[in-house]
């Protein structure tokens, strides 16, 4: 399994709004691709503009080429990327160790 992280920096006073359709585009859009696994979004605290997206995908390739090369990626971005206050830095790892707490 691989994991994506997604650090996001979205427009001042839109965090509300961006967590609706962060949550609504992996629902209707993301969910949909070939070996997504599951997310996670998380919320910084002290730069509330900041946020940390997880994906977990079968395969990098899964991300990089099915998803990302293909239509959803197009109608995820229309969701999610007016928020965005610039390009997201996006990076993939691979599980060297794990406790038992997700």
């Not at 997604?6 to 839109?14: C, H, V």
């Not at 949550?23 to 993301?30: E, K």
């Not at 946020?51 to 395969?59: A, E, G, K, M, P």
């Amino acid at each position: 399994m691989i994991l994506e992280i997604a650090d996001i920096r979205i427009q001042p006073g839109q965090q509300a709004a961006f967590e609706e359709a962060i949550q609504r585009g992996i629902a209707t859009v993301a969910s949909r691709a070939k070996g997504f696994q599951g997310f996670k979004v998380n919320k910084c605290i002290e730069t509330p503009e900041r946020y940390v997206l997880q994906i977990f995908w079968d395969t990098l390739e899964d991300h990089t080429v099915g998803f990302r090369e293909g239509p959803l990626f197009g109608q995820w971005r229309a969701i999610v990327g007016p928020f965005f206050a610039g390009p997201p830095n996006v990076e993939h790892f691979d599980l060297v160790a794990k406790s038992g707490i997700a």
